[in-house]
């Protein structure tokens, strides 16, 4: 160990000096708050990306493929761009308003009709199936309902309902259409569950008076989700611009874009934090500085260069927030492992689209944070360094 380690060591432990012992402890705290806080924030921020990412992408397809007069021969389209690499699945569907009739009162909901076989291939609602029904069992003249849906109006499998069509439906059909409930499925995201209902395709196509030949358009499941933007330009090239293509991220580009404000509004808010931390470092190194002027003098008067006394307090500083850090970092991913593990905090689904505190936390943004918090410490030691180095031997030693 050379003396400079040595001697930042001696004034970061300043056993026998207490004040200087108290400055050093709460330069340490300030730091550490401000690290934890910034790694719980930013796991949580990142948390509500990834599950609504989930949610969102588990409810609807990675690529959606429509045309504003429908999608003809949707059989034989689907043929052609289900041997591309990249689609691990493509499935027709039908999309548009209906009401539901209750009693006196009409609701308004979104239906979709899908093709029960292809179905699970393209969305996860499989996974949201309660009862370990399977989409892929759904008959004609059955539909499935969402949770908060089902919980609102006291459905249950088994219940019929019936839709109000916004057309008179195939040869004369009429505006009313009872259905069977087969199943419930609970999404996680209150939109869904509460207006989203589910029907075999034939059925969706009578309601909207579509031909059997026509859906709204396909959706399609691809192998790598974030390769979504490449393969809609392969589409293009396949299809042309007469289809209207949109990935998941165009479906939801405001939201996301909003998400990611607000993470790096919260990062550069909570820096502000560690910067209030670094004048506790300036304040303690130049406090050190001032109690430890005799030393200084005596030093450079044995020939200790300025250089040599400028890396002693820089080290000094730098090792008060590595300390910082490390304690930040150590409470910061212990808050966010118990916030994760026991859902303390509860969250309105109606406003959150999910019912607890979601927190991820990434490599990226914890080495970001610990080295921003890093460089900060250290650009906090470059003044009172250079004032220590600075010193006269003789203007030291006088008073």
Not at 138 to 152: H, N, S, T
Not at 153 to 180: C, E
Not at 209 to 214: A, I, T, Y
Request: charged share 20%; glycine share 8%; with cysteine.
């Amino acid at each position: 160990m050379t003396y400079e380690y040595w001697l930042s060591y001696r004034y970061l432990m300043a056993r026998k000096e207490r004040f200087l012992s108290l400055i050093n402890l709460v330069s340490i705290l300030g730091i550490a708050i401000g690290v934890a806080a910034l790694i719980v924030v930013i796991g949580v921020m990142s948390g509500f990306d990834r599950e609504l990412k989930d949610k969102i992408i588990g409810t609807s397809a990675h690529i959606l493929i429509e045309r504003p007069s429908g999608v003809k021969d949707f059989e034989a389209l689907r043929a052609r761009l289900a041997d591309m690499p990249a689609v691990e699945g493509i499935t027709p569907y039908v999309h548009g308003n209906v009401f539901l009739e209750h009693g006196s009162q009409a609701y308004g909901m979104v239906l979709r009709g899908v093709d029960p076989s292809r179905e699970g291939s393209v969305t996860l609602i499989n996974r949201y199936l309660k009862d370990g029904y399977t989409i892929s069992s759904l008959k004609k003249d059955e539909i499935v309902v969402g949770q908060e849906l089902a919980r609102y109006y006291g459905f249950k499998p088994g219940d019929r309902i019936t839709l109000l069509s916004p057309v008179s439906g195939v040869a004369g059909s009429g505006w009313r259409h009872n259905f069977r409930i087969a199943a419930v499925f609970e999404s996680g995201m209150y939109d869904y569950d509460r207006n989203l209902v589910l029907m075999p395709l034939a059925n969706a196509q009578r309601i909207f008076d579509l031909s059997p030949d026509l859906a709204t358009g396909l959706a399609v499941r691809l192998r790598n989700v974030d390769e979504a933007p490449l393969v809609k330009k392969e589409f293009l090239k396949a299809l042309g611009f007469s289809y209207e293509i949109r990935t998941w991220i165009e479906q939801n580009e405001n939201f996301f874009a909003a998400l990611n404000l607000e993470k790096f509004a919260m990062f550069v808010i909570l820096t502000l934090i560690v910067l209030v931390a670094a004048f506790n470092i300036i304040s303690t190194l130049i406090v050190t500085v001032t109690s430890k002027t005799k030393d200084i003098g005596v030093l450079k008067a044995i020939g200790v260069p300025a250089s040599a006394i400028r890396r002693i307090f820089t080290l000094y500083g730098l090792a008060l927030g590595m300390i910082g850090t490390f304690w930040g970092l150590a409470a910061g991913m212990g808050i966010a492992y118990i916030l994760k593990e026991t859902e303390l905090i509860k969250l309105p689904k109606t406003i959150y689209y999910i019912d607890h505190l979601p927190v991820a936390i990434q490599l990226s943004d914890v080495l970001l944070i610990c080295g921003s918090a890093v460089l900060i410490s250290y650009l906090a030691t470059i003044y009172p360094a250079a004032r220590a180095s600075a010193l006269e031997p003789v203007e030291a030693l006088r008073y």
